[in-house]
């Protein structure tokens, strides 16, 4: 069963509940008010209308019309009348007989001064025997019968009750007050579940439809988030899961194209060196390298492509490796100044033969502990060295090596004066395969993974890696580490 259909039928049900309660308070209020379950049982009968009196009354008055028929004399009999007018009293009526215009009976019953002169006049043909008129603000019923005494003087005998004005009202408003309060709750039921049906029911189609959509593949509308209630909470919910869905789904995308793009730069950059081997290998089988000179300058390249080769897989397999987050890191104290200065050592000799001077810049005198891992460290160190060294142009070549420290940071600074990046290219250098000027640096033989590599080690060690470069005055490299806590001080130097 549909909320609509649930709605409908429970609004129903207390629209019937509600005039049933009206029906039974209302019933309730009417034998409280006349205090009489009869009078409630002849409420609104047609019968009622015709005969304003109750049964009792009703018989006593057949009784007394009887009488003003057969012996109208007896209607001057005021001990008779007194034993009626008793009789009636006890139903709540009273007892008026009238002869010409005086009067011979008035009940005490209702203490009305005014009554003689609102009775009906004489109608002998009794026309119109039972009716109700009003004094001020008391409503009477009377049922009248009109005869002549033996000496014919003209008489009437009445049977007057008194009806509170509030039931009167009530009578008379009661088939208004019944339609409008009926008008009233049907109105209300509608507009209640319009509103329901609104704040309820539509957001929850919307929903249905939006969830429809997901289901199709469809993940770029949004939803409005207008309403704060229970339903808007949930809308709130379902449009977070869109968006989280979406974002998943783009990234899936993003990842799908970087690993088609990542397998394409790799069978490019395997192609080359492959194609080269296969070449000076051809060479040598059609007989090309017929001299041992030759022999040993083409077994020489192929050695060096093949070298080559080896290099750039290992640096993909790194690169791959740190990339699925595989690669565990060593993480231990390294005092960094001995660290770099070990490196120094190390390439000082291969680089001066090259014409590259490579040496310490600004330094604290004292040893900084930072958390590293001493291989990723060097590696990065060299990829960075390496560069600089690859994109050198200046006669005097020089690569220095700095270092600051801030209490918690270490900053390592590794600058050349070679070619410089020009500055499109300097957001770029760290993705994986970028070079810049590719035509030109080719020859240089680098994969365009160096820095990326660089980059994921520095990620991996929480630290982060920069670069700062002006075209033709050179580059500086920054990359921080994270200093041991054990240490605390600034040692600026
Ligand atoms: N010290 C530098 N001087 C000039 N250009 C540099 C320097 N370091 C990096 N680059 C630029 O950044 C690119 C990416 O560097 P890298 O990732 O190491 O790739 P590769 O060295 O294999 O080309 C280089 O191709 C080069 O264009
Ligand atoms: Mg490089």
Request: proline share 3%; with cysteine.
């Amino acid at each position: 069963m549909s909320i609509r259909i649930k709605l409908l039928l429970s609004y129903t049900g207390m629209l019937v509940v509600s005039l049933l309660v009206f029906v039974l308070t209302a019933s309730l209020f009417t034998i409280a008010a006349t205090g009489d379950i009869h009078s409630f049982r002849d409420f609104y009968k047609v019968h009622y209308q015709l005969n304003p009196l109750t049964e009792q009354e009703e018989s006593i008055f057949l009784e007394l019309k009887y009488l003003a028929k057969k012996e109208p004399d007896k209607l001057q009999d005021i001990e008779l009348l007194q034993d009626y007018d008793f009789k009636l009293k006890t139903v709540r009526a009273g007892l008026y007989v009238r002869r010409e215009d005086s009067q011979i009976f008035e009940s005490h019953t209702f203490n009305q001064p005014k009554l003689e002169q609102n009775l009906p006049s004489y109608d002998l043909n009794n026309n119109q025997i039972r009716s109700t008129f009003n004094i001020g603000e008391r409503f009477y019923a009377y049922a009248k019968f009109d005869f002549r005494y033996s000496d014919g003087k003209k008489g009437s005998v009445f049977v007057i009750r008194e009806r509170s004005p509030f039931g009167e009202v009530t009578r008379r408003l009661m088939p208004v007050l019944v339609v409008s309060l009926i008008g009233v709750i049907v109105i209300a039921n509608v507009l209640l579940f319009r509103w329901i049906t609104r704040s309820v029911v539509k957001p929850l189609d919307k929903l249905r439809n939006s969830a429809e959509y997901i289901q199709q593949g469809n993940l770029q509308f949004s939803l409005d988030l207008n309403s704060k209630d229970e339903i808007g909470q949930l809308n709130e919910a379902f449009e977070n899961m869109r968006m989280r869905l979406h974002e998943s789904v783009q990234l899936r995308l993003q990842d799908e194209e970087n690993r088609k793009e990542l397998i394409s730069n790799i069978s490019h950059d395997l192609r080359t060196p492959i194609t080269n081997i296969k070449g000076y290998i051809e060479g040598i089988r059609d007989g090309v390298a017929d001299t041992p000179e030759k022999m040993d300058k083409y077994v020489n390249i192929i050695y060096s492509k093949a070298v080559d080769l080896e290099k750039l897989v290992e640096e993909l397999f790194l690169y791959s490796k740190l990339d699925l987050k595989e690669v565990p890191f060593m993480f231990e104290p390294v005092d960094i100044i001995g660290f770099l200065d070990d490196c120094i050592d190390e390439l000082h000799d291969v680089l001066e033969e090259k014409g590259i001077s490579l040496e310490w810049g600004e330094r604290p005198d004292r040893g900084i502990e930072v958390i590293a891992d001493r291989e990723k460290i060097k590696r990065n160190v060299l990829n960075i060295i390496g560069n600089a060294q690859n994109f050198m142009d200046k006669h005097e070549q020089i690569i220095r090596v700095s270092v600051q420290a801030s209490p918690e940071w270490a900053t390592i600074e590794i600058k050349d004066n070679g070619r410089g990046i020009p500055p499109d290219a300097i957001p770029h250098i760290f993705e994986r395969f970028y070079r810049a000027e590719e035509s030109r640096n080719s020859s240089t033989g680098g994969s365009g993974l160096g820095l990326a590599i660089a980059s994921q080690i520095i990620e991996g060690h929480g630290g982060t890696i920069w670069v700062e470069s002006e075209l033709g005055a050179g580059t500086r490299m920054f990359f921080t580490l994270k200093r041991t806590t054990n240490q605390g001080g600034t040692t600026n130097p």
